[in-house]
């Protein structure tokens, strides 16, 4: 995964220009400046951590890694876990516990600390995405195309069945079911984008009729958003059996996060917002530079309060994405 570092004097001020805009992104309402500036870390993960807090991923100017803890009434708490891995696929399941990926390899998360999960299926291979919904359930893809899943809390993984020679490129997991997001042939820059879908009490993975090439699901329930390569966005209500087309875009988005079965933000060059489950969309806010705001995960702990993280920044938001503000670190 190819990782951009600045030299450390570099020092560019960036004007990032946020607009609000109504759905299909057309006309002007109010134009609102937000100033940037390129920082000393790298940031590769976000994720909620509580009805209250995010927590961040990164590394800083030793490319030593660092998380960051963003709470709605808190400063900003940065720690360094003494160590240079790439962390990614963060899901917490309770409030200092969870799962990620840590170098390829996944770890679990326990008072804020990583720790090695053993007995993995496939082990020799490289694990490329994993999402937990709960404590006990979750999913891993590794880099052959393999799928498995767990009930337990990572003690035990059942292998599914899935297509061979397929590229994955995420897995989605929900409460009735998991679905991997591929290509094939796995070698090929334009390959097919391949999406297989099966129980999560199941054994295997069948092919499903769409090309979605990025899915997104709610926290809890089986509400999701979808993708494809034209563009359309699609919605699911019953764990992403069926789907129906709900908008089309101007372009993929970076990043889609749902909070219920109304309230939804994506981003691309900007933050959009959806209050009827992503059929209609007004936009926000625009960051001018993609030089800038690049990579770019988004959470939101309500309808109010979230962050941004981008390569080299973060942001923030306490007026549900209207106006953004650059979190400042020591």
């Not at 002007?28 to 920082?39: D, F, K, Y």
């Not at 094939?184 to 820059?189: D, G, Q, Y």
Request: hydrophobic content about 40%.
């Amino acid at each position: 995964m190819l990782k951009l570092k600045l030299p450390l004097s570099t020092n560019h001020r960036i004007a990032c220009l946020t607009s609000f805009f109504v759905v299909h992104f057309g006309v002007l309402l109010l134009p609102l400046t937000v100033e940037a500036q390129i920082g000393k870390y790298t940031f590769s993960s976000i994720a909620k951590r509580s009805a209250e807090c995010a927590l961040v991923f990164g590394e800083d100017e030793n490319r030593e890694t660092i998380s960051i803890d963003l709470c709605k009434t808190e400063e900003p708490k940065l720690k360094n876990l003494n160590s240079s891995a790439y962390v990614s696929s963060v899901n917490f399941t309770g409030l200092d516990s969870g799962f990620a990926l840590f170098g390829g390899q996944l770890l679990r998360i326990e008072n804020n600390r990583l720790k090695n999960v053993k007995g993995l299926p496939l082990d020799e291979d490289e694990i490329v995405f994993s999402q937990f919904i709960d404590p006990d359930r979750g999913c891993i893809s590794y880099s052959n195309g393999g799928v498995a899943c767990t009930k337990n809390g990572a003690v035990t993984f059942q292998t599914f069945e899935t297509l061979s020679d397929v590229r994955p490129w995420n897995v989605s997991v929900n409460d009735r079911a998991v679905i991997l997001v591929g290509q094939t042939p796995p070698n090929e820059l334009n390959g097919k984008v391949v999406n297989q879908i099966g129980s999560l009490d199941g054994k295997k993975l069948s092919l499903m009729p769409q090309e979605f090439k990025q899915i997104w699901f709610s926290e809890r329930g089986c509400y999701g958003l979808a993708v494809n390569q034209a563009n359309q966005l699609s919605a699911t209500s019953d764990c992403g059996f069926i789907w129906n087309d709900m908008a089309k875009l101007d372009s993929r988005p970076d990043e889609i996060f749902i909070l219920d079965e109304l309230n939804i933000w994506l981003f691309k060059d900007g933050v959009f917002h959806s209050k009827d489950g992503g059929r209609n969309w007004r936009k926000l806010a625009t960051f001018a530079s993609n030089e800038i705001v690049e990579k770019n995960d988004m959470v939101f702990v309500d309808s109010k309060h979230g962050w941004i993280a981008s390569l080299f920044r973060l942001f923030e938001t306490k007026d549900g994405g209207a106006t953004w503000k650059e979190v400042k670190l020591p």
